[in-house]
């Protein structure tokens, strides 16, 4: 086989390197860089679906707080379940005190359209509780829906009521038309129960349309998109598919990932897809599909750089090797009889390469260097068996020190990592810190604005009260006056009654004056009768005065009838007079004075309300001060956490290249010491004298 020229071999030599080279630097860059882009895509896919399913489950909580707050209040508000089942007008004593707190829960809790409070219909009115309105944006007490008019099982008119009811837990129902209000909605709903008997339910209505146009909003890539199904794989809302339909149906592999738990945050990779979903905390299931070429786009677009380059390179190579080849080929082929001499590295003085000095060619010249680079060499073989020596020392000690150095960079790289992810995790809790404080300050306010309506209440209190006690104290002197003026007219009018005796003993006297009246009639009339003519006259008298007593007699009689009527009416005066004062200075007065005492309690159980709601005011006034304080604090400690997490992640790559740089160090040493080993190879060959 004719054996190829120097400059035919170099540029082949060179050519095959780089084409090796290039296939193996460029299929493992190819290699790598698309699995850490794919890696990379789904991390990034992952952490997107991370974000939005928090935004709609921050909603989520948000309504479950306002609904468990509401609850606790109804609660609170009814302190005799007894009386409550039997007390019409307890029970709207009871839903009056919870209807200004439902109204400021729903007012702050975004997309409720309803909140109500129902009672159980089997002990209350079928209308009883409350139905707060906000759907066309002001807020309206509406008659809450009549049980009586529905059967239990009438799930599109009731079944918001009887399903929590029969689950004995809160629920979040999937999205139904309520046939009531004619909206498409999503509802959360408590159960109430006092001592294992259903009191009622409370729950809130949100707005599905708005959770369909958050999720019809995102965009994933150029055409991904995003959807929601239910617990049992019912779609709630896809852009090409109908509310309702089964997922089973519609894609039976999709559907069997939803079903299995352990898929979920995972990036499937189905059919032309990659699909990956989130279980939000109401049980519905959030789930992103995107194209997986586009997911994978930036892997591909990497591999076809990694190529491009790698032949460009390869292109180079070539030129560079033709270049060189000829270049260093041209004078080995006329210095090849002088090279051979020198080629087994003998540098004793050789008296066939001094005759190469004379030639006055390139060769020649070649042959002057070659002489003074052999006298040279020996010059440096010496000097290099000093150095590699110590080369040697400090090269192993350079080794140790780089492989410290990469230790280190790799442990700080790790550890730099991990505390990045730590600050990611403390700035989402921070926020959420600081969602939760802006809830608690309007809260504050709230209660503030309760206890200022409570000020201003027990100062009207103790007005009525002191207005009361005057009053109360005016009627009961003019009572008191009252009473002693009866008492004394009575007691006059019974002494003035007591002369209707003296009638008796007049009526006694003229009786008796009667009696001999007739008596003297009788013997006039005897003796008149012995006179005869003489006495007729007197007889006439006698006559007259006979009757005159007979009259007399007759008069007192109905006299005594009288004054015994006046007498019994005077007993019968005497006896109401005694009763009407009894009753007045027994009870009456009595009472007046209990008045007094109850007017004056008011009065100072106002002053003991008013002092205890300028003591809420002013603790509150504290507390919404602290609350301010603090979420100002969390919000600087929020920027130093994004700023630090900003400084980790600068760390992180910085430590990541320090990293990178000991490793290149490492193969430097690695390769010093190479040189180093061949350099007393090297020595090792030279022949000196």
Same mark, same amino acid.
């Given at each position: 086989?004719?054996?190829?020229?120097?400059?035919?071999?170099?540029?082949?030599?060179?050519?095959?390197?780089?084409?090796?080279?290039?296939?193996?630097?460029?299929?493992?860059?190819?290699f790598?860089?698309?699995?850490?882009?794919?890696?990379?895509?789904?991390?990034?896919?992952?952490?997107?679906?991370?974000?939005?399913a928090?935004?709609?489950?921050?909603?989520?909580?948000?309504?479950?707080?306002?609904?468990?707050?509401?609850?606790?209040?109804?609660?609170?508000?009814?302190?005799?379940?007894?009386?409550?089942?039997?007390?019409?007008?307890?029970?709207?004593?009871?839903?009056?005190?919870?209807?200004?707190?439902?109204?400021?829960?729903?007012?702050?809790?975004?997309?409720?359209?309803?909140c109500?409070?129902?009672?159980?219909?089997?002990?209350?009115?079928?209308?009883?509780?409350?139905?707060?309105?906000y759907?066309?944006?002001?807020?309206?007490?509406?008659?809450?829906?009549?049980?009586?008019?529905?059967?239990?099982?009438?799930?599109?008119?009731?079944?918001?009521?009887?399903?929590?009811?029969?689950?004995?837990?809160?629920?979040?129902?999937?999205?139904?038309?309520?046939?009531?209000?004619?909206?498409?909605?999503?509802?959360?709903v408590?159960?109430?129960?006092?001592?294992?008997?259903?009191?009622?339910?409370?729950?809130?209505?949100i707005?599905?349309?708005?959770?369909?146009?958050?999720?019809?909003?995102?965009?994933?890539?150029?055409?991904?998109?995003?959807?929601?199904?239910?617990?049992?794989?019912?779609?709630?809302?896809?852009?090409?598919?109908?509310?309702?339909?089964?997922?089973?149906?519609?894609?039976?592999?999709?559907?069997?990932?939803?079903?299995?738990?352990?898929?979920?945050?995972?990036?499937?990779?189905?059919?032309?897809?990659a699909?990956?979903?989130?279980?939000?905390?109401?049980?519905?299931?959030?789930?992103?599909?995107?194209?997986?070429?586009?997911?994978?786009?930036?892997?591909?677009n990497?591999?076809?750089?990694?190529?491009?380059?790698?032949?460009?390179c390869?292109?180079?190579?070539?030129?560079?090797?033709?270049?060189?080849?000829?270049t260093?080929?041209?004078?080995?082929?006329?210095?090849t009889?002088?090279?051979?001499?020198?080629?087994?590295?003998?540098?004793?003085?050789?008296?066939?390469?001094?005759?190469?000095?004379?030639?006055?060619?390139?060769?020649?010249e070649?042959?002057?260097?070659?002489?003074?680079?052999?006298?040279?060499?020996?010059?440096?073989?010496?000097?290099?068996?000093?150095?590699s020596?110590?080369?040697?020392?400090?090269?192993?000690r350079?080794?140790?020190?780089?492989?410290?150095?990469?230790?280190?960079?790799?442990?700080?790289?790790?550890?730099?990592?991990?505390?990045?992810?730590?600050m990611?995790?403390?700035?989402?809790?921070?926020?959420?810190?600081?969602?939760?404080?802006?809830?608690?300050?309007?809260?504050?306010? #709230? *209660?503030s &604005? /309760? %206890? +200022?309506?409570?000020?201003?209440l027990?100062?009207? =209190?103790?007005?009525?009260?002191?207005?009361?006690?005057?009053?109360?104290?005016?009627?009961?002197?003019?009572?008191?006056?009252?009473?002693?003026q009866?008492?004394?007219d009575?007691?006059?009018?019974?002494?003035?009654?007591?002369?209707?005796?003296?009638?008796?003993?007049?009526?006694?006297?003229?009786?008796?004056?009667?009696?001999?009246?007739?008596?003297?009639?009788?013997?006039?009339?005897?003796?008149?009768?012995?006179?005869?003519?003489?006495?007729?006259?007197?007889?006439?008298v006698?006559? #007259? *005065?006979g &009757? /005159? %007593? +007979?009259?007399?007699?007759?008069?007192?009689?109905? =006299?005594?009838?009288?004054?015994?009527?006046?007498?019994?009416?005077?007993?019968?005066i005497?006896?109401?007079?005694?009763?009407?004062?009894?009753?007045?200075?027994?009870?009456?007065?009595?009472?007046?004075?209990?008045?007094?005492?109850?007017?004056?309690?008011?009065?100072?159980?106002?002053?003991?309300?008013?002092?205890?709601?300028?003591?809420?005011?002013?603790?509150?006034?504290?507390?919404?001060?602290?609350?301010?304080?603090i979420?100002?604090?969390?919000?600087?400690?929020s920027?130093?956490?994004?700023?630090? &997490?900003?400084?980790?992640?600068?760390?992180?790559?910085?430590?990541?290249s320090?990293?990178?740089?000991?490793?290149?160090?490492?193969?430097?040493?690695?390769?010093?010491?190479?040189?180093?080993?061949?350099?007393?190879?090297?020595?090792?060959?030279?022949?000196l004298?």
């Open positions: 086989m004719k054996k190829l020229k120097m400059k035919t071999n170099i540029i082949l030599s060179i050519l095959v390197v780089v084409l090796c080279s290039s296939i193996i630097i460029g299929g493992f860059s190819a790598y860089s698309k699995k850490t882009s794919e890696e990379q895509a789904r991390q990034n896919l992952k952490e997107t679906l991370e974000e939005r928090s935004v709609m489950d921050t909603s989520i909580l948000k309504v479950e707080q306002s609904v468990n707050s509401l609850s606790q209040i109804t609660y609170d508000s009814i302190a005799d379940f007894d009386q409550f089942q039997k007390d019409t007008s307890y029970e709207e004593e009871c839903t009056n005190k919870i209807k200004i707190p439902a109204a400021s829960l729903q007012k702050n809790t975004d997309g409720a359209i309803t109500y409070v129902r009672y159980n219909p089997k002990f209350t009115n079928p209308k009883s509780g409350i139905f707060l309105d759907s066309s944006g002001e807020l309206q007490y509406l008659e809450p829906t009549d049980f009586s008019a529905y059967d239990s099982t009438d799930t599109a008119h009731v079944g918001w009521y009887y399903t929590p009811v029969e689950a004995g837990k809160p629920i979040w129902m999937d999205p139904y038309l309520n046939e009531n209000i004619n909206v498409y909605m999503i509802s959360y408590i159960p109430l129960f006092i001592d294992k008997t259903s009191l009622g339910i409370v729950g809130m209505d707005d599905f349309s708005q959770i369909e146009n958050q999720v019809a909003e995102e965009k994933f890539y150029k055409t991904g998109y995003a959807y929601l199904v239910s617990g049992n794989n019912q779609i709630l809302y896809h852009k090409d598919y109908d509310i309702g339909t089964d997922m089973e149906k519609v894609d039976s592999q999709v559907a069997k990932v939803l079903t299995e738990t352990e898929q979920a945050e995972k990036v499937i990779h189905i059919g032309k897809n699909i990956v979903y989130k279980e939000l905390s109401n049980g519905m299931k959030y789930v992103i599909c995107v194209p997986y070429a586009e997911v994978m786009q930036e892997s591909t990497m591999s076809c750089m990694i190529v491009v380059f790698s032949l460009l390869l292109i180079f190579a070539f030129i560079f090797a033709c270049f060189v080849g000829i260093i080929a041209k004078p080995f082929e006329e210095m009889a002088v090279i051979k001499e020198t080629a087994e590295l003998n540098f004793k003085k050789n008296p066939y390469a001094a005759k190469f000095k004379n030639y006055n060619n390139e060769v020649g070649m042959s002057v260097a070659i002489h003074t680079m052999r006298k040279k060499l020996r010059g440096m073989v010496h000097l290099i068996q000093s150095e020596h110590q080369l040697h020392e400090d090269i192993e350079l080794k140790v020190s780089s492989d410290e150095v990469m230790h280190m960079a790799e442990n700080n790289k790790d550890l730099t990592i991990g505390i990045a992810e730590g990611k995790e403390t700035d989402a809790a921070t926020k959420s810190i600081q969602t939760n404080i802006e809830a608690m300050t309007e809260g504050t306010k #709230e *209660i &604005n /309760l %206890s +200022q309506a409570g000020k201003k027990s100062s009207e =209190i103790k007005v009525r009260a002191k207005e009361l006690e005057s009053s109360t104290q005016k009627s009961s002197a003019q009572t008191k006056t009252m009473y002693e009866v008492k004394n009575a007691e006059n009018a019974l002494q003035k009654s007591k002369a209707v005796e003296k009638i008796n003993t007049l009526t006694s006297a003229i009786g008796e004056i009667s009696s001999q009246t007739s008596l003297l009639a009788l013997n006039a009339s005897i003796e008149a009768a012995r006179a005869g003519e003489a006495g007729k006259g007197f007889a006439v006698a006559s #007259e *005065i &009757n /005159l %007593s +007979q009259q007399t007699a007759d008069t007192v009689a109905n =006299i005594d009838e009288i004054v015994s009527d006046v007498n019994d009416a005077v007993r019968e005497a006896s109401c007079l005694d009763m009407t004062m009894d009753f007045m200075g027994e009870t009456v007065l009595t009472d007046y004075d209990n008045f007094a005492d109850i007017s004056s309690q008011y009065i100072k159980d106002a002053n003991q309300v008013e002092t205890s709601m300028v003591s809420v005011s002013q603790a509150i006034e504290i507390l919404t001060e602290k609350m301010q304080k979420e100002n604090e969390v919000k600087e400690i920027q130093t956490i994004t700023n630090a &997490n900003d400084g980790v992640a600068e760390i992180a790559n910085q430590t990541s320090m990293s990178e740089s000991s490793h290149t160090n490492k193969e430097i040493v690695d390769h010093s010491q190479e040189g180093i080993n061949k350099i007393y190879g090297i020595k090792d060959m030279f022949t004298e």
